[in-house]
């Protein structure tokens, strides 16, 4: 079976930075598209940014020119690096990857979800 784990998580001073990791285990036999998303309490979960196999980025308007998406296909993890954070960037970040069965099939994926808390 497959999993994503999550790490990089914490509490950070606004316009402080942080790094969120996500790599992928187990049974699998390749990686499509990769993404971020978050939740923060009483709002829906929201994409944060998203990067195909061949490294297209794409991210939520909030956090362009902040924060930036990569994945390194070597490690199967996808990154998150987060700068000039903002007290409204404090949610649950949850990573999600779709991952082949090796006959063409993909199944998406989700971590278990990291805090990030950004104090003002």
């Known amino acids: 079976q497959a999993q994503l784990v999550e790490s990089g998580g914490g509490l950070v001073q606004a316009g402080g930075s942080l790094r969120l990791s996500c790599a992928a285990s187990g049974i699998f036999f390749s990686i499509n598209a990769m993404a971020w998303y978050r939740q923060a309490p009483g709002k829906q979960r929201e994409l944060v940014a998203a990067?195909?196999?061949?490294?297209?980025?794409n991210y939520a308007d909030s956090v362009k020119g902040r924060f930036t998406i990569s994945r390194d296909n070597a490690k199967n993890t996808v990154y998150l690096q987060m700068n000039s954070l903002k007290p409204e960037d404090t949610a649950v970040y949850y990573c999600n990857a779709g991952l082949g069965d090796g006959g063409g099939w993909y199944r998406r994926y989700w971590g278990q979800g990291t805090q990030v808390t950004v104090s003002s």
């Open positions: 990067i195909t196999s061949g490294g297209s980025t």
